[in-house]
Structure formats: C-alpha cells, structure tokens
C-alpha cells in the first residue's frame, strides 16, 4: 500500500512539474507572427504647439477636433497622445501641446487625408490655437 501511495505521489508531482514547466521560448516568433507588417505604409506625425493664451475651453474644443480629424476614412491607424511625464534631457521636447501619428496603408490615402474638406475645416478652424506645428512624414522600411 505504501508503494501504491509512492507511486501515485510521484505520478502527481510528475503531471504538476509537467504543467508549471515554461513553454519553449517562442516570443519571437509569436511577435513576428501576431504584429502587423507596417512596411511601405506612410506614417504622418504632427506636433502641435499651442499659443500661451490658450484657454482650457479652446483646448478642449481643440482635442475634439483632432479626434473628428483622425476619423477620416483613409486612415489606416493612428494615435493621439500629449507630451508624457517622463524626466527632462536635453533631447526631450515636452513643450508641445498634442501629437498625432497617423499611418496610411499608400499615397493616394495620405492625399485624400491631405485633401479632405475634414482636414481643411481643421486647419482653417484651429490654426489660430497653435503657436507652431512640426510635421514629419516617414516612409516605414521595416517592422
């Protein structure tokens, strides 16, 4: 009987062991595999830098109009984000207001952006609001 219970200790240490034991490391080839190619695609980034005199309500408004604008259809993906709390270095510009990445699958959806009576409207309704904006436009080469 004393073997019996030995051996059934063991067998259930043993299916434990076996299910507590980490699968083979296949955390890059489940990253390659599960991220999306963004090769080729053009990523559109805008820093915005709003005027000193800016009042909460315009800000607001403000916002609201980015997220309109980051509606328009030809988008493939994008974001909206504003400065992060992280520590300042000297190569960390924190003094913009809003930022924006967008990502068009080709050029002719990167015109249509351009070209949308949305993104006119933004532009003629909000250029007041900002001190200055940085645009880059990258070509994506790898992921």
Not at 2 to 21: D, E, N, R
Not at 36 to 46: D, I, P
Request: glycine letters at 4%.
């Amino acid at each position: 009987m004393k073997t019996l219970k030995t051996v059934f200790s063991l067998m259930l240490l043993g299916t434990i062991f076996t299910g507590c034991q980490q699968p083979e490391d296949t955390t890059t080839e489940t990253m390659i595999s599960t991220t999306e190619n963004t090769t080729g695609m053009l990523q559109h980034t805008v820093y915005f830098y709003l005027n000193d005199d800016v009042t909460d309500q315009q800000r607001d408004e403000f916002e609201s109009g980015l997220k309109d604008l980051l509606e328009i259809e030809s988008i493939y993906k994008f974001e909206l984000g504003v400065p992060g709390d992280t520590e300042s270095r000297d190569v960390t510009d924190h003094s913009f207001a809003y930022s924006i990445f967008t990502w068009f699958e080709n050029m002719d959806d990167y015109k249509t952006y351009d070209e949308h009576p949305d993104h006119l409207q933004f532009i003629d309704t909000y250029s007041s609001l900002w001190a200055d904006v940085k645009v880059y436009d990258s070509e994506l080469i790898e992921k």
